[in-house]
């Protein structure tokens, strides 16, 4: 733990842990570690209400009533997962969130209620109960406002508008011996960059990186820059070919409809007005309410052949649940059918179909939020620990972000907390994967690296610490925690120098819509060998273009568009994770369906897919699936609804 950072190096801003994002992880753990007696700061390229977290609709899943329980929720989730959940994390999801919840409410949330005034739950696809814990269809909202109430109160330094580019991390050659010692930022309204330097711990809570894509229920904030960042910085990302496509949005914008409307009795109707879901046999039990992968496949299966509506979509009919119902638990999803699509939901059927919603995928971490990094934490969507495995359970994503941010924010504070029992790092590996690929991803000739060095201090750029042996007594760690951010803060000038004044003339407006598309057209819910390969082809044209990139606006006030130059680079590096992790992994499973492997193929991909940044040439490896829980080692079973 790094005291002081004192000498030649000064630091514009220290404390104890710094929150890197401010949605529903990056709050409850910047309350979590406040409560546990550090010095917060919370650094957010959005004010925090802003956080996509707010636009979450459905719910909060928690076993609360009589009749429910964890173990239950577990194995539901673990089912979900198709069997790549590890069962430790999944059992502390499932055990933590009812407390959580309750927490929520005893901090104002304004939960729905029953009229015995009990918190109302609805049911949601894949849960054998219905556990799904709401506020109407704004859940994300009111926790949003409400954690950020408690930030207030408390006193919480939030640094909004400040958008971390990179991480001030030691330069050893392992990364299982490198320290993260704070982070940088530059603030949009001063364009100002600054280093932050954190004694105790950072904590990485940037949420999703839906912009991979082009049609997506993600914000246009949501650019993946705490899983780039640490990627670059050595941290593995974790099963990032498992991208969740939600069944229902709508088609014009992406903008989501809620699975809420199917847990309330929604049906989806194809062009011949059959009820597809029971009548084409995908989900003979539970019809509409099956998991979302698997709905997602009976909509695309039906436009494929001919039933879809205009060839794009199918329709979600909730009219025969009569208007007070509707106004009551669903009101928002009539202004945004009607705002974002012309339909009033009302009157007519609602058109939807598939886009990209979730990451399942992210930063490996433990369950204390701990990287293989010292001193660097994640959690909430950027982060996998893993709960979701191939597919996320509607419900379970905001439950995580409360349960796993407070235990981040806990340990990075120096809580004593139970060892983690699920490891990361490298050295957790156990084999390498070979894959067969047309390009070579990720690799950079000399000028590349130059013009898009991210992450750790390199050669390259300059900015290489030397603090490798200063750890052994405490006055040279201050010394070097202080060199190393102020290290990365003048790698970091240079970047943002050569992009503002350097001659490259492609933009970043280019690149990102074309990288969107060819992730859309070829890494979507269908998924084969040729198309895996001609997007990996796309994002090394990406990849190229990117090293001539610029920027054209001058300004230090605001300038959208270098900061969206920057986030550009962070999607280039995700894209290619996504689909070198979904070319190697030849089965079907959760949300990864292949042509050519129809099936789960248990024996020889019960395995995690683990991908290590390696200096620019991606290394895949695995690590083993975790399915011993507290009480009983799970079972995988056919997943069947
Ligand atoms: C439309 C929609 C509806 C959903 N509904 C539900 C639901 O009903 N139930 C459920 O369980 N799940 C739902 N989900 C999923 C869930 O809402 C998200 O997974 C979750 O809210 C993500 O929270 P987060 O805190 O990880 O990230 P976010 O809420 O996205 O917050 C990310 C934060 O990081 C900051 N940030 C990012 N990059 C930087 C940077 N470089 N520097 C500084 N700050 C940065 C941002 O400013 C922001 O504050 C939904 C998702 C969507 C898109």
Not at 242 to 270: A, D, K, M, W
Not at 311 to 332: F, K, S
Not at 520 to 545: C, I, P, S, Y
Request: with cysteine; charged share 25%; aromatic share 6%.
């Amino acid at each position: 733990m790094v005291q002081q950072l004192e000498s030649a190096y000064k630091i514009m801003h220290e404390h104890d842990v710094i929150v890197v994002g401010a949605g529903g992880a990056g709050l409850r753990a910047a309350v979590a570690a406040d409560e546990a007696g550090a010095d917060v700061a919370l650094v957010s390229k959005l004010h925090p209400v802003r956080s996509h977290t707010g636009a979450a609709e459905g719910g909060i899943n928690a076993a609360l009533r009589d009749g429910d329980s964890w173990e239950s929720h577990a194995y539901d989730t673990m089912k979900g997962s198709d069997y790549l959940g590890d069962a430790p994390a999944i059992e502390t999801l499932c055990q933590d969130s009812p407390g959580e919840v309750v927490q929520l409410e005893n901090w104002g949330m304004a939960f729905s209620r029953d009229d015995d005034g009990r918190m109302s739950q609805r049911p949601f696809g894949g849960l054998s109960f219905p556990r799904t814990t709401y506020a109407g269809a704004e859940t994300g909202h009111h926790l949003l406002h409400t954690l950020y109430e408690q930030v207030v109160k408390r006193g919480i330094q939030v640094y909004d508008e400040w958008y971390v580019t990179r991480l001030a991390v030691t330069d050893h050659d392992d990364p299982e011996e490198r320290e993260c010692r704070g982070v940088v930022a530059y603030e949009l309204q001063t364009g100002e960059l600054d280093a932050f330097a954190a004694r105790n711990g950072v904590i990485l809570a940037t949420g999703g990186p839906g912009q991979v894509y082009d049609h997506t229920t993600n914000a246009v904030a949501n650019t993946g820059d705490g899983p780039a960042m640490a990627y670059r910085a050595g941290v593995p990302l974790e099963d990032m070919e498992f991208v969740q496509f939600h069944p229902t949005t709508l088609p014009s914008t992406g903008v989501l409809i809620t699975e809420g409307v199917r847990g309330e009795g929604g049906i989806l109707y194809n062009a011949e007005g059959e009820r597809f879901m029971f009548e084409g046999g995908y989900a003979n039990n539970v019809g509409e309410l099956a998991s979302r992968d698997v709905v997602a496949r009976a909509e695309l299966t039906e436009i494929q052949e001919g039933r879809g509506i205009e060839d794009d979509y199918v329709h979600l009919d909730m009219r025969h649940l009569g208007e007070e119902r509707i106004v009551d638990r669903l009101e928002n999803i009539v202004h945004l059918s009607e705002d974002f699509e012309g339909v009033d939901p009302l009157e007519k059927p609602m058109p939807v179909k598939p886009g990209q919603h979730y990451q399942m995928g992210g930063i490996e971490v433990s369950e204390n939020g701990e990287t293989c990094i010292a001193g660097l934490y994640a959690a909430g969507e950027c982060a996998c620990v893993s709960v979701h495995g191939s597919n996320r359970l509607g419900g379970n994503a905001l439950p995580e972000l409360i349960v796993f941010g407070a235990r981040a924010g806990r340990h990075a504070a120096g809580e004593e907390m139970e060892p983690a029992s699920v490891a990361t790092g490298p050295s957790a590996g156990i084999d390498t994967a070979d894959v067969d690929t047309p390009v070579s991803p990720g690799a950079l000739g000399p000028d590349e690296r130059e013009a898009v060095a991210d992450g750790r201090p390199t050669e390259a750029d300059g900015s290489r610490a030397s603090d490798g042996d200063a750890r052994a007594d405490g006055g040279a760690v201050a010394v070097a925690a202080g060199e190393t951010v102020e290290r990365a803060l003048e790698a970091e000038r240079r970047r943002v120098d050569r992009l503002l004044n350097g001659d490259g003339d492609r933009r970043h407006a280019e690149i990102r819509s074309k990288l969107q598309k060819a992730m859309t057209r070829n890494v979507n819910v269908f998924r084969n060998e040729e198309g895996l390969k001609q997007a990996l082809r796309d994002v090394r044209a990406a990849r190229e273009a990117y090293a001539d990139v610029g920027v054209s606006d001058p300004s230090s006030t605001f300038n959208t568009d270098l900061i969206h130059t920057i986030e550009t680079r962070n999607l280039i590096d995700l894209a290619e994770a996504i689909t070198l992790s979904a070319l190697a992994r030849t089965e079907f499973r959760g949300a990864h369906w292949r042509e050519g492997y129809q099936e789960r193929d248990d024996e020889n991909w019960i395995r995690h897919t683990m991908l290590s940044w390696n200096e620019g040439t991606p290394e895949l490896y695995y690590t083993p699936v975790d399915l011993q829980g507290e009480n009983e080692e799970y079972e995988p079973q056919i997943r069947s609804y």
